[in-house]
T-cell receptor
Framework: DAGVIQSPRHEVTEMGQEVTLRCKPI?????LFWYRQTMMRGLELLIY????????DSGMPEDRFSAKMPNASFSTLKIQPSEPRDSAVYFC??????????FGQGTRLTVV | DQQVKQNSPSLSVQEGRISILNCDYT??????FLWYKKYPAEGPTFLIS?????DKNEDGRFTVFLNKSAKHLSLHIVPSQPGDSAVYFC????????????FGKGTKLSVKP
């Protein structure tokens, strides 16, 4: 299996623009997570899905953030409009159960 | 308020010696604990885990110890190798919470040859 695949690996955008991050989980995994890593806050959970249904989005910082999982093999995290403080590394992860999660390589987002 | 704390942002160890990474937690409901390892420009990878019904779990050079009364766990790496140099994250969850791992901020381990 190729593992969790995220795209793009790097994204540089201007403040106010819409940003869409993409994730393909490992086939057969029922859980999908979006995390954000910053120096100040470390690795924090934004939202997670179980069987394509959002279960807990309490970590989503603001209404500017939204996530979807239209099917078992694809998820997006959208920021609209983006702000410089959104600059971080965004990780997608999946797991078959509530045990260890398998992470993608991350998307490094820079908002200028 | 951080529920999982790694108070040492960095640790430097000589090759061949023991590395001990520490983690404290505040939520007594946590019953499953994991360690992840992260290299630069890569995502975290699962290393080892322990359930609260145990106090020790060993996998090769890696051993995790859990002290529930102190709400403390530690990861021991013996012997340490230069390839172990990475950031190590401690994570905890409540079984049945269906997916909510809480991570510490990580400890950067440097193993010097």
């Amino acid at each position: 299996d190729a593992g969790v695949i995220q795209s793009p690996r790097h994204e540089v955008t201007e403040m106010g623009q819409e940003v869409t991050l993409r994730c393909k989980p490992i086939s057969g995994h029922d859980y999908l997570f979006w995390y954000r890593q910053t120096m100040m806050r470390g690795l924090e959970l934004l939202i997670y899905f179980n069987n394509n249904v959002p279960i807990d989005d309490s970590g989503m910082p603001e209404d500017r953030f939204s996530a979807k999982m239209p099917n078992a093999s694809f998820s997006t995290l959208k920021i609209q409009p983006s702000e410089p403080r959104d600059s971080a590394v965004y990780f997608c992860a999946s797991s078959p159960l509530n045990t260890e999660a398998f992470f993608g390589q991350g998307t490094r987002l820079t908002v200028v | 308020d951080q529920q999982v704390k790694q108070n040492s942002p960095s640790l430097s160890v000589q090759e061949g010696r023991i590395s001990i990474l520490n983690c404290d937690y505040t939520n007594s409901m946590f019953d499953y604990f994991l360690w992840y390892k992260k290299y630069p420009a890569e995502g975290p990878t699962f290393l080892i885990s322990i359930s609260s019904i145990k106090d020790k779990n060993e996998d090769g050079r890696f051993t995790v110890f859990l002290n529930k009364s102190a709400k403390h766990l530690s990861l021991h790496i013996v012997p340490s190798q230069p390839g172990d140099s990475a950031v190590y994250f401690c994570a905890a969850s409540v079984s049945g919470s269906q997916g909510n791992l809480i991570f510490g901020k990580g400890t950067k381990l440097s193993v010097k040859p």
